[in-house]
Nanobody, 114 residues
């Protein structure tokens, strides 16, 4: 069955970096756009970054220039490198594949705090 498993979250000080990873299985990974979303309590999920099958990427304005999404179609992985982290980046981060129905990972907590 379809599975998305995230890892790499944690606690980091403002200005620090984290790298999130998502391993996908159960579908033809290389055929799909892949996304990273985030969610804070009481709010809906926000699209942070997306990457096409061919590696073209787009970012939310709030993270542009600080976050980088990448994928390895041979390993079925999609990563999110997060630099210059701010307290407002604190959220649960989810890996997402636009399948039918959509596939979501279990989420990984990122906390930016001094």
């Amino acid at each position: 069955q379809v599975q998305l498993v995230e890892s790499g979250g944690g606690v980091v000080q403002p200005g620090g970096s984290l790298r999130l990873s998502c391993v996908a299985s159960g579908f033809t990974f290389s055929h799909y756009i892949m996304n990273w979303y985030r969610q804070v309590p009481g709010k809906g999920r926000e699209l942070v970054a997306m990457i096409s099958r061919y590696g073209n990427s787009n970012y939310a304005a709030s993270v542009k220039g600080r976050f980088t999404i990448s994928r390895d179609n041979a390993k079925n992985t999609v990563d999110l490198q997060m630099n210059s982290l701010k307290p407002e980046d604190t959220a649960v981060y989810y890996c997402h594949a636009p399948l039918s129905p959509p596939a979501w990972g279990q989420g990984t907590q990122v906390t930016v705090s001094s």
